[in-house]
């Protein structure tokens, strides 16, 4: 890596040089992040780095932007939101890059943000939480649709079918965490009454005694699970294992191919919401998106042979987001580029249709997010 | 009443995934003194390496021999190249370089097989089993009837054949054991080819149940370590019935008091226990002289 970039140095000058151009219009444009490649979170991680090295290589191939090449500089955090901090400090004191995507987990993100808000560098996250960008801070924005999105989702859908009276079981991470307080907090306003609460540890093995105290509580309609990774899988074994036939709903951080394949027949049936990328085929011809997901998820398949997640769609989405703000801005000052980012509109990307504000740093809304029911082994759409 | 039998057989069912990967902390404790904590890694290579297999298009019946096989030989390397090595270290050096060689083992798998999640089908189908308004999965029947003969084998082994007897010699007095004509080193190296596979069989049977993934021996080794504690080092029965104790306690508290506290419960456990009989429940009554 060291080696390549010192390699690149050393071709730029002597093309500068040698063409006494100014050294300054061929410096790649340095965009900056911090992933969690490996580590707990590296199911998100992974798939966002691949996705950023892919396009930054893409965008490079097809003359780059401003006319300039892209360099990718990242580091992996190893899902430990400190070491996040200091490689931000890195970034920003070492690396001097022009912005940063990345972040992968709320806590990664929210350990960067003091650093990007002082050095006033523009920051463009791929963690989830409501958090990061409520209330709106200046130089921070994000991609991934919020735990709050997908419970008012999900909700909308309950209450199609005559459901209001729930239990809710999450997981102890900070994504369940967090989905269990918007959850909570959430329910009266949207007329929804929980009549039960209970916890599971993301790498539990068996969750039937949780299943069963809520198979337990008398007047409970349907079951609404805040979690993600393996877990989610396990919990839809457990239901079927004890035999409850309430309707079953999972928040979005479970969404992947790998979770159907994982819950098997146990998972016919339940609904989550979703971005659309995992239906990109399912999607209908004249929907908006269609062209952009289908492509991510060719090229996506082209280069690595696996299935695409919607997480690496979040680092597409924010790599996009910069690369139009940088060309929109027709600069990569630091402050044009915030300025161009919080000015986006009608930009659409693998999450949704983001229409950014001084007030609204994430830009999507409940249409982002699609209804998807388990049928026959495969997602199906629902109205 | 039915409540009660459920979260029994949960507790059951994840006790004996906890007991399966306490017997070979024991094993390896017992030959070497040493507390092995690569023994979770064996427990993930069995189920990794069945998915494996099978995804390779190989019969079940193959594909599980291989994947108890290689770790067996992969745990006789580990004791070959690191262990042996290190012999006049101190045990709790050796203890860190088990650790060490756990980073190593977790960090192969995931790179050669990935990060993702993987499982595969249950040995006799998925249909609970009704007993009492409770369920139960046949796979957990294979779980828990497959550790029970593993105790009894073990249990054989270590107080019926010289074979047996001989690791047991080595772990006491290594040099007396020597002198006796104990190869002390055959002695660790089978120990270590015997947990490794025992680890894996555990992996094999789990697998169906709890999923598998590069990194799931940490957990199942964490909580086989608290079992191996409670039931007292060195005692295979101790294993069992601190796996099993362990995982109905988790089962009772998550069920009766709060979910939200039930992993902190076995810690507690550990502490109370350790308290009251610090060589745990069937830990040998030994008296160190000084």
Known sequence: ??????????????????????????????????????????????????????????????????????????????????????????????????????????????????????????????????????????????????????????????????????????????????????TEALAPKAGMTLLASETYGPKDTDITPQLTKIKNTAGVQAVFVFGFGQGGAVVNKNYKQLGITLPLYHAHGVASEEFIKLSGPAA???????????????????????????????????????????????????????????????TTDKAKVRDAIEATKGYIGTGGKVNMSPTDHMGLDLSAFRMLEVKNGDWALIN | MSQFLQFLFSGITVGATYALAALGFTLIYNASNVINFAQGEFIMLGGMLVF??????????????????????????????????????????????????????????????????????AFSGNDPILIGGATLLPQSLWVLGITALVVVALWYFFSRTLAGKAILATSCNPLAAQLVGVNTQWVLLVSFALSAALGAIGGVLLTPITLTSYDVGIMLGLKGFVAVVVGGLGSGLGAVVGGLLVGIIEAMAAGYISSAYKDAVPFILILVILFFLPRGIFGAKVTERV
């Open chain 2, 52 to 121: 494996f297999f099978l995804q390779a298009g190989l019969p079940m019946p193959v594909a599980i021999f291989l994947a108890i096989a290689i770790p067996a030989i992969v745990g006789m390397l580990i004791e070959k190249f690191t262990i042996e090595p290190a012999r006049e270290a101190d045990v709790v050096t050796l203890i860190i370089i088990t650790i060490g060689v756990s980073l190593v083992i977790r960090g192969v798998i995931q790179v050669w097989l990935g990060k993702g999640t993987h499982s595969y089908p």
């Open chain 1, 268 to 330: 016919e049936g339940l609904r989550l919401p979703a971005a659309a990328l995992l239906v990109a085929e399912k999607l209908a011809a004249n929907d908006p998106q269609k062209p952009v997901v289908t492509g991510y998820r060719k090229a996506y398949n082209d280069r690595y042979k696996e299935d695409v997640s919607t997480f690496g769609g979040h680092a597409y989405d924010g790599l996009m987001l910069a690369v139009e703000a940088m060309k929109r801005a027709g």
């Open chain 1, 1 to 182: 890596m060291r080696k390549i970039s010192l390699l690149k140095t050393l071709a730029t000058a002597a093309v500068a040089i040698g063409a006494s151009f100014s050294a300054l219009a061929a410096d790649p444009i340095k965009i900056g992040s911090v992933l969690s490649v490996t580590g707990p979170a590296a199911f998100l991680g992974d798939p966002e780095l691949k996705t950023l090295q892919l396009y930054v290589e893409n965008i490079n191939k097809a003359g780059g932007v401003l006319g300039r090449q892209l360099q990718l500089v990242h580091y992996d955090d190893g899902s430990d939101a400190a070491k996040a901090n200091a490689f931000g400090k890195r970034l920003i004191e070492d690396d001097k890059v022009d912005i940063i995507v990345g972040g992968t987990t709320t806590g990664s993100t929210m350990s960067m943000v003091p650093l990007v808000e002082k050095a006033e560098m523009p920051f463009i996250s791929l963690a989830g939480a409501v958090v990061i960008v409520e209330p709106v801070k200046k130089w921070v924005f994000k991609t991934p649709h919020t735990d709050r999105m997908a419970a008012e989702k999900v909700f909308e859908d309950m209450k199609k079918r005559g459901l209001t009276k729930i239990a809710l079981l999450s997981d102890t991470s900070g994504f369940g965490a967090s989905g269990k307080k918007e």
